[in-house]
């Protein structure tokens, strides 16, 4: 059973720049969620997609912003770069999200992260 | 405001010598309490959920348990492939967000 596909792995940009990270989630899995990893501050709640849209956003400015295509494939962009948005990205995707219940539909399984360097 | 504060941030044992990782949180209207596992250069890799105060899971040498207040994760016997920072992060009711803790980093000498 394939896991959570990032692309890309890593990418350096340097500030003002925008970049799109890429997420394919797990066969089946209609729920994709977004996180940010940093030293400082850990993981952080970016947005989660179900069935194309955004249920919920972490507080972030808006120059992140996501979608999610019909096939569950997720994409998140950042605009105008900072040096501070330097970070591990995580996707993570699950059968329903954190709310379908204690089934096992609620676990969120993570992918290896795009590591972003800005300069 | 949700929060989460792990302890210890890092933890040294010797192969075989028991421990445990704390997870206190603060949330109102807990669904949920998740333990992950990450790796470095890896994404967090799911442990356990934990849903009411006085549940009690185990998964090979670990075991995790659960209180209104905290959560702890017990390792017994630990071996060097056990190393790793150990994640805690609560789900509240409403929300489809998990908010984290900065994490334990374990170390398991031989």
């Known amino acids: 059973k394939a896991g959570v596909t990032q692309t890309p792995r890593y990418l350096i940009k340097t500030r003002g720049q925008q970049v799109t990270l890429s997420c394919s989630p797990i066969s089946g899995h209609r729920s994709v969620s977004w996180y940010q990893q940093t030293p400082g501050q850990g993981l952080q709640f970016l947005f989660e997609y179900f069935s194309e849209t955004q249920r919920n956003k972490g507080n972030f400015p808006g120059r992140f912003s996501g979608r999610q295509f019909s096939n569950s494939r997720s994409e998140m962009n950042v605009s105008t770069l900072e040096l501070g948005d330097s970070a591990l990205y995580l996707c993570?995707?699950?059968?329903?999200?954190?709310?379908?219940?204690?089934?096992?539909?609620?676990?969120?399984?993570f992918g290896a992260g795009s590591r972003l360097t800005v300069l | 405001e949700d929060q989460v504060t792990q302890s210890p941030e890092a933890l040294r044992l010797q192969e075989g010598e028991s421990s445990s990782l704390n997870c206190s949180y603060t949330v109102s209207g807990l669904r949920g309490l998740f333990w992950y596992r990450q790796d470095p250069g890896k994404g967090p890799e799911f442990l356990f959920t934990?849903?009411?105060a006085g549940e009690e899971k185990e998964k090979e040498r670990l075991k995790a348990t659960l209180t209104k207040k905290e959560s702890f994760l017990h390792i017994t016997a630990p071996k060097p492939e056990d190393s790793a920072t150990y994640l805690c992060?609560?789900?509240?009711?409403?929300?489809?967000?998990?908010?984290f803790g900065k994490g334990t980093k374990l170390t398991v000498n031989p």
């Open positions: 993570a995707s699950s059968l329903q999200g954190l709310a379908g219940g204690d089934s096992g539909a609620n676990v969120l399984t």
């Open positions: 992060a609560v789900h509240r009711g409403g929300s489809e967000k998990l908010v």
């Open positions: 934990l849903y009411s």
